[in-house]
């Protein structure tokens, strides 16, 4: 697709389980970023990939996070053992130069009850 | 440190009255990018402008202008004869290289009929 596709839209867990976000960023962008929004709030950073190396975890808010990105390609977020405060809009980015530009997906919406 | 402060939480005006939002920043580097995104309610974000730290010549585009100023850290961004179509939440954001796109908490603007 021409832009950055994240699935699944939407996501209702129960707390506890495990979920895992997907996020296909724009062709030929080498950078990926995943940053949560909660209701009402600003864009907290949560992890930066160039290719598939992570230089900047910094924002992974605990253990339960963690992301994989194959190559130039797809990444997935999964947190492990959900917890209600985890109830946010996800949003993946992708870029294709060094200074910033982002386009964004659309979002994955969790609630988790 | 890197940070932007949107200290406007929310504006409502009423259409065709001019609008500015304003953003301050903090970093320690003297080369960074500053930004803006707009996110309608549709939710996703779009990319306005992009501002490199050399460059302080004001822009404007349409009814869209921008006033950066380095001795005062801000990037201030106004919207001419507002229209109910710019209702939505802005962000200012700034890139260093260091970390990744760092947002502000983002302003609210309602645009009355």
């Known amino acids: 697709g021409a832009g950055v596709s994240q699935s699944p839209s939407n996501k209702v867990t129960e707390k506890g389980k495990d979920v895992e976000l997907r996020c296909d960023p724009i062709?030929?962008?080498?950078?990926l970023y995943w940053y949560r929004q909660r209701l009402g709030q600003g864009l907290e950073f949560l992890i930066y990939f160039q290719g598939n190396s992570a230089p900047d975890k910094s924002g992974l808010p605990s253990d339960r996070f963690s992301a994989e990105r194959t190559g130039e390609s797809v990444s997935t977020l999964t947190i492990q053992r959900t917890q209600q405060e985890d109830s946010a809009v996800y949003l993946c980015?992708?870029?294709?130069?060094?200074?910033?530009?982002?386009?964004f997906g659309e979002g994955s919406r969790l609630t988790v009850l | 440190a890197q940070k932007v402060t949107q200290a406007q939480t929310e504006i409502s005006v009423v259409e065709k009255e001019d609008v500015t939002l304003d953003c301050v920043y903090e970093?320690?580097?003297?080369?960074?990018?500053l930004f803006w995104y707009k996110q309608p309610p549709s939710g996703e974000l779009v990319f306005l402008i992009r501002r490199n730290s050399f460059d302080e010549q004001n822009e404007i585009s349409g009814r869209y202008s921008w006033n950066f100023q380095k001795s005062t850290s801000s990037f201030n961004f106004t919207i001419t004869a507002s229209q109910v179509v710019d209702s939505a939440v802005y962000f200012c954001?700034?890139?260093?290289?260091?970390?990744?796109?760092?947002f502000g908490s983002g302003t609210r603007l309602q645009v009355q009929p």
């Open positions: 954001a700034l890139y260093t290289g260091r970390r990744a796109l760092t």
């Open positions: 062709s030929g962008h080498t950078a």
């Open positions: 980015a992708s870029s294709s130069d060094w200074a910033g530009e982002l386009f």
């Open positions: 970093t320690r580097d003297t080369t960074y990018y």
